[in-house]
């Protein structure tokens, strides 16, 4: 399946980026859990107590007061609390909420994701421009439950960035759908993906987030990677990210999010064109 665009004729923008991450969350997100009092009470106090501390401890100034206030209007209005927590916090939650897990382990999702992506079928080429660049992958595996059965019609979501580290719907000039898809696996819970195989690539850095990377001397980059979401009905959701060995920042990721048992070995390709990689998802019941 092949999507075709001009090329873009707007520079993508850490604003940008921001804003249509941000936008995307407040559509996208069901928020309808009720929190009690007590729970917002627990949580904002600790909160609170841990900045108290950070002050105290490092007698903070006036001037790195008034600095942080000017950062945390500037990362609103550049649109990018996604971002921010994403990067930055959403790996120390992954870690809680997915403790329990027995199956695949889970990593953060990130600000990029787009629900409701084309559904494909089991053997499928993602949606890509003609010519799209960067090294043909095969990613291919089966989808199991705890005691090893396979889990027909389970659904693989799948997105990725791009060959210059741009994901669609969140950068100008791609197609809609590119590089993003539900492929639905077969009776026997199998899956063959064509896709290309994604770069490392910077968060923004032109906006709040890049201020305060700048600031505090760490770099920008994310290793590349592929993010999933895999379900079927009775199962539970499982979110993660698999990486690839030997490749740039797997080892010094910004967001924290890498795991030793998320990251692929990537063998050359049987019909001789790029590298394919292999990935059995094990699925915890619901």
């Known amino acids: 399946m092949t999507s075709t665009s001009t090329e873009a004729t707007a520079e993508a923008t850490a604003a940008a980026s921001g804003a249509s991450a941000t936008e995307r ?3 996208d997100k069901q928020i309808t859990a009720t929190v009690s009092q007590e729970r917002v009470s627990t949580l904002a106090t600790d909160l609170l107590t841990a900045v108290h501390d950070v002050v ?3 007698r903070a100034t006036y001037e790195e007061y008034n600095a942080l206030k000017a950062w ?3 990362v609103g209005e550049d649109g990018e609390w996604p971002l921010f927590l994403d990067v930055w916090v959403e790996h120390v939650l992954e870690e809680v ?3 329990s897990r027995e199956g695949t382990k889970g990593t953060i999702e990130g600000p990029y994701y787009v629900p409701r992506a084309p559904s494909l079928p089991a053997d499928a080429d993602l949606p890509h421009r003609e010519g799209e660049r960067g090294t043909p992958l095969l ?3 089966q989808v199991r439950d705890l005691d090893g059965r396979p889990v027909p019609a389970a659904t693989i979501e799948v997105w990725h960035a791009d060959d ?3 994901y669609s719907q969140f950068a100008p000039g791609i197609p809609e759908w590119n590089l993003r898809a539900s492929v639905v696996a077969d009776g026997d819970g ?3 993906i064509r896709t290309i195989q994604p770069a490392p690539y ?4 032109d906006g709040a987030c890049g201020a305060l990377i700048t600031a505090a001397g760490w770099h920008a980059w994310r290793p590349a990677h592929l993010h999933l979401k895999v379900s079927a009905p009775g199962s539970r959701t499982i979110t993660t990210q698999l990486y690839f060995a030997g490749g740039q920042h797997v080892d010094d990721d910004i967001a924290q999010a890498v795991k030793p048992e998320l990251v692929l070995t990537p063998q050359p390709a049987a019909d001789g064109s790029g590298h394919e990689v292999t990935y059995d998802f094990v699925l915890d019941p619901a």
């Open 139 to 141: 990613f291919q595996g």
């Open 72 to 74: 945390l209007i500037r």
């Open 202 to 205: 910077q968060i923004p850095t």
């Open 97 to 99: 909420v997915n403790s």
């Open 190 to 192: 199998t899956f063959r």
């Open 25 to 27: 969350f407040q559509r």
């Open 56 to 58: 105290r401890r490092h």
């Open 164 to 166: 210059e580290g741009y």
